[in-house]
C-alpha cells in the first residue's frame, strides 16, 4: 500500500515538472481576453473585447508594451549557448492618416520588460537616447517601422530589421512576401490589413529567417535571412514581447494572434480563427439610418453657418492649403493656453526678435514643453513660422531642438517644443553666467551643435541651411547636452542644386560676408556662424563686443592677433582658471579661425570639423589669416547699398546693434538703416 503511494506521488511530481517544463517551452494565443492569459500590458497598451492586443492608439508620442509575464531560458546554462526558437504572430498597423505611419513595432526579447525610462517615436518604445546602442541592453528586436528615420538610417518608411542593443538595424529590407511561385509581392506594413510574421532562429546554423505573408499559408521563401550568433547578445533568462510607439504622427498597432517556442517551430495561426481587425459599428434600423441622415444634414448646416460666420466676423483664420501640408501635431489654442496657465508671465522662459517663451505642461500626458508665441501682423513672420514647421518638424537628431507641435489661432501663432530645462548656452558664457561650464561640458556641447549641423546639411533629405547659429539658439537639456534650436530662418534646397537668392537675414558677428554681395546662405555660412560660436565658447564672450577696447572689440581679429603674437592662451575664459585640456582648447580655436575664414572656400565643411573634433583627422599645423572683417560686421552700409541695391533695382533695410543683435537685410524702397532692437 505505502509502495502503490509512493509510486502515484512520484507519478504527480513528474507529470507537474514535465508540465512545468513544457509550459516554459512555449505558448499559443488565439485571443488574448481569456482568462490568466499570464500577459503583461503597459503604456497604453490594452485588450479588446474580441480578444486582440491593442498597443497604441492614435496618440502621438505614445507607447504600449504587452509581454510573455514569465521570462524564458534562452541559453543553455552550461555552455552559454544560445537556443534555437520560433514565433508567429498577426500584426496590424492602421495610421491615423493614410501613407503617414507613426512609427512601428517590434517583437523584442529583453532581459527585462520594464521600459519605463524608453521613449516613444523613433525609439520604438525601447530605448532612449543615451542607451541606444549599448552592449548592455541585451534587447533582440525585429522592427516593423513605418517610419524612415536617417538618425537610424533607415531605408525608407516601409521595411522591416534586425536589431540588436539598437534602432539602427544590422540587416533590414523593404516589407514584401514570396507568392507560391517564388515571385516578391510588394507590401505595404500601413495598409490597415492583417499581416502574418515569422521569426526563427536556428542555433545550429546561426541563421535568423523573418518571412511574411497576407495569409495563413506560409511562404517557401523568407523575405530575408541574416547569419549571427545570439549567444553573446542574450542572457540566460529573457522575456518575449511586442513594444510600439507613436511620434508626431500616430498609428494604432495591433496584435490579433500569437504563438512561440523554444527549439521547436512555433505553432500555426489559422487568420480566419483570430479576431477580426475592429471597426466601426454598423446600424441597421431603419430609425437609426433616418436619424443619422437628419444629423449629417444638421451638421452640415451647421458647419455651413459656421464657415458663413467665421469667414465675416473674422473670429477664428481659416485654414490655408499650407496647413494640410505641413507634419507635426496641430494643438487647439486651449490645449496650449491650459498647458501654459494662461500664458502666465510667471511661466515666461524668454523673449526675443520673434516673440517670447513660455513654459508648458500637457495636461493629458504631463509632458513639460516649451511654447514660443508669436503675434504676427506681417507675411514675413508667417513665412518664417511656416519654414520653421516645414523643416524643423520632418527633422530627427538628438541634437537638435524637437518640435512636438504648433497652432495657429488668428494673429497668433505658436510652436510647442521639447522643454530644455537649462536654457540657452548664452546664460552660461557671457557676464553673469548661471554657472561656470568646465571646458569638458563645453567640448561636449560643441560636438554636439556641430553633429547637429552635419545633420543639417548632409544627413537629412534635403539641405537645410539654418541661417542663425549662435550661442542663444543653442539649449542645454537636462544633461547639458546641446541642441540648435530656432529654425524660423531656415532655408531647405535639393541636394546638387545651388540655393535662391533670398534676403539676408542673420545676427552681427555670426554673419559671413559673402550673404550681402551674393544674397546666398549655403552650408559655408553656417560654418561661418558656427566658427564664431566655437570662439566664443572658449573665450567666454560674444563676437562683438561693444564696451571692450578697439584692438578687442571683434573676437575673431582678437583671436588672430594673439596667435601671431604667441600669446593665444590669453584668450581663453579666465573663468576656467586653468582647467583645460590645452590640445583641445587649441584645436578649437585653430577650427574657429578656419570656419571664420573671409573665403567661403577656404572654411572647412561640417563633415571635416567633426574630424578633427573625434580626432580622427590631423588639423594644419597653422591657421590662414581669417582676413579683413569690415569691423566684424561682415558688411557695411555701402556694401548694403551698393551690392544688393544694383543687383536688384532696390535699396535695402537692416537692423541691429554690436551686442549680438539679429540682422535683418531685406530689398524694399526704403533706404539704408541702422536701428537698435533687442538680443533674440
Known amino acids: 500500500m505505502v509502495s502503490s503511494c509512493l509510486v502515484l506521488l512520484c507519478t504527480l511530481i513528474s507529470l507537474s515538472i514535465l508540465a512545468s517544463s513544457q509550459q516554459l517551452d512555449g505558448f499559443t494565443y488565439t485571443r488574448f481576453n481569456e482568462p490568466n492569459n499570464n500577459i503583461t500590458l503597459s503604456g497604453v497598451a490594452e485588450i479588446g473585447p474580441s480578444g486582440f492586443i491593442r498597443l497604441t492608439n492614435e496618440t502621438s508620442r505614445l507607447m504600449g508594451h504587452a509581454f510573455y509575464s514569465s521570462p524564458f531560458q534562452f541559453k543553455n546554462s552550461t555552455t552559454g549557448s544560445a537556443f534555437s526558437f520560433s514565433t508567429c504572430f498577426a500584426l496590424a498597423i492602421v495610421p491615423e492618416y493614410p501613407k503617414l505611419g507613426g512609427h512601428g513595432l517590434a517583437f523584442t526579447i529583453s532581459q527585462s520588460n520594464d521600459f519605463s525610462t524608453a521613449l516613444p517615436s523613433q525609439y520604438l518604445g525601447l530605448l532612449n537616447a543615451t542607451d541606444v546602442g549599448n552592449f548592455s541592453n541585451h534587447i533582440f528586436a525585429v522592427e516593423f517601422d513605418t517610419v524612415q528615420d536617417f538618425e537610424f538610417e533607415d531605408i525608407n518608411d516601409n521595411h522591416v530589421g534586425i536589431n540588436i542593443n539598437s534602432l539602427r538595424s544590422n540587416m533590414s ?64 533568462n529573457m522575456y518575449v514581447g511586442f513594444s510600439a510607439s507613436t511620434g508626431l504622427l500616430a498609428s494604432s498597432h495591433y496584435i490579433f494572434g500569437w504563438s512561440f517556442k ?11 480563427s483570430l479576431p477580426s481587425l475592429p471597426g466601426p459599428k454598423k446600424k441597421h434600423t431603419g430609425l437609426i439610418l433616418a436619424i443619422s441622415i437628419v444629423a449629417t444634414i444638421f451638421v452640415l448646416i451647421a458647419i455651413l453657418v459656421a464657415i458663413y460666420l467665421i469667414r465675416r466676423f473674422k473670429n477664428a483664420d481659416v485654414i ?43 495636461q493629458n500626458s504631463n509632458m513639460e514643453i516649451a511654447v514660443k508665441r508669436i503675434s504676427h501682423e506681417s507675411k514675413q513672420g508667417l513665412r518664417e513660422f511656416v519654414s520653421e514647421i516645414s523643416s524643423i518638424g520632418r527633422l530627427r537628431h538628438r541634437n537638435l531642438v524637437q ?41 561636449k556641447i560643441i560636438k ?19 541661417r542663425d547659429v549662435k550661442a542663444s539658439n543653442v539649449l542645454l537639456d537636462g544633461e547639458l547636452n546641446g541642441r540648435l534650436g530656432d529654425f524660423g530662418l531656415a532655408r531647405l534646397y535639393e541636394h546638387g542644386s545651388n540655393p535662391c537668392t533670398t534676403r539676408v537675414v542673420g545676427t552681427l558677428g555670426y554673419l559671413a560676408p559673402e550673404l550681402p554681395r551674393t544674397g546666398r546662405a549655403t552650408e559655408k555660412s553656417d560654418v561661418f556662424a558656427f566658427g564664431a560660436l566655437l570662439l566664443e565658447v572658449v573665450c567666454g564672450r560674444r563676437p562683438i563686443e561693444s564696451k571692450a577696447a578697439p584692438e578687442e572689440l571683434v573676437l575673431v581679429d582678437m583671436v588672430w592677433n594673439k596667435w601671431r603674437e604667441g600669446k593665444i592662451l590669453d584668450v581663453i575664459d579666465k573663468r576656467l582658471k586653468g582647467e583645460f585640456n590645452e590640445s583641445e582648447v587649441l584645436m578649437v580655436l585653430k577650427l574657429g579661425l578656419m570656419c571664420s575664414n573671409n573665403e567661403a572656400l577656404s572654411r572647412p565643411s561640417m563633415r571635416q570639423v567633426m574630424s578633427y573634433l ?67
Open 614 to 680: 573625434e580626432g580622427e583627422a590631423d588639423m594644419p599645423d597653422a591657421p590662414m589669416a581669417p582676413g579683413d572683417y569690415n569691423g566684424g560686421f561682415g558688411f557695411d552700409e555701402n556694401e548694403c547699398l551698393h551690392s544688393l541695391a544694383s543687383s536688384r533695382g532696390n535699396t535695402c533695410l537692416a537692423n541691429g546693434n554690436v551686442d549680438g543683435t539679429f540682422v535683418s537685410v531685406s530689398t524694399a524702397p526704403l533706404s539704408c538703416l541702422f536701428t537698435d532692437e533687442l538680443p533674440r
Open 403 to 443: 518640435l512636438v507641435g504648433w497652432c495657429r489661432r488668428r494673429g497668433d501663432l505658436l510652436l510647442v517644443y521639447d522643454f530644455m530645462p537649462n536654457g540657452s548656452l548664452d546664460n552660461f558664457l557671457f557676464e553673469k553666467p548661471r554657472m561656470v561650464l568646465s571646458w569638458e561640458q563645453r567640448f
Open 320 to 362: 490655408e492649403p499650407w496647413e494640410l501640408e505641413v507634419g507635426p501635431h496641430r494643438y487647439s489654442y486651449q490645449e496650449l493656453k491650459q498647458a501654459t496657465r494662461g500664458f502666465k508671465d510667471s511661466e515666461l522662459l524668454g523673449h526675443g526678435g520673434f516673440g517670447k517663451v513660455y513654459k508648458g505642461v500637457l
Open 262 to 272: 523554444l527549439n521547436g517551430e512555433a505553432k500555426f495561426l489559422d487568420l480566419d
Open 448 to 466: 554636439g551643435v556641430a553633429s547637429g549641423l552635419l545633420y543639417l546639411h548632409e544627413g537629412y533629405e534635403q539641405i537645410v541651411v539654418h
Open 173 to 236: 529590407a523593404a516589407a514584401a512576401y514570396f507568392d507560391d511561385d517564388l515571385v516578391k509581392q510588394d507590401l505595404n506594413l500601413k495598409s490597415g490589413k492583417v499581416i502574418l510574421a515569422w521569426v526563427e532562429y536556428d542555433s545550429v546554423t546561426n541563421l535568423v529567417n523573418i518571412t511574411l505573408s497576407t495569409s495563413s499559408n506560409k511562404p517557401k521563401l523568407p523575405l530575408f535571412s541574416y547569419h549571427i550568433d545570439l549567444s553573446p547578445f542574450l542572457k540566460e
